[in-house]
């Protein structure tokens, strides 16, 4: 039996890039002293969202497989399923399990 998948994204915790990029679009169109000290601390918050994509992105399970090696895994799962199908089809076909009909 497989183990529970770990949530890979916290309930609420956000890992879009695009407002960041446009706050330091907006920063950068005042073209004011003050906002060049803006500029870079909107900048610092890209950096730090985009390593912590990158940190969550190495301890997602599978990322060590090849392509090659989950499109293997991915076809063995699929036979599993094909298997497992036609056993089930095969059993309800025996009539070996009547359940009474709720009135």
Known sequence: MAAPQPK???EGEDCSLLPLVHDIIKCMDKESQDE????HQELNKLKAK???ARDQIS???GIESSPVDQQQQLE???EQVHTKNQ???KYKSL???DVPKAP
């Open 76 to 78: 063995t799962l699929r």
């Open 50 to 52: 985009i390593q912590q």
């Open 95 to 97: 009539c070996m399990f």
């Open 59 to 61: 301890t997602m399970p």
């Open 36 to 39: 060049s000290q803006d500029v």
């Open 8 to 10: 890979q994204e916290k």
């Open 87 to 89: 056993l089930l089809q």
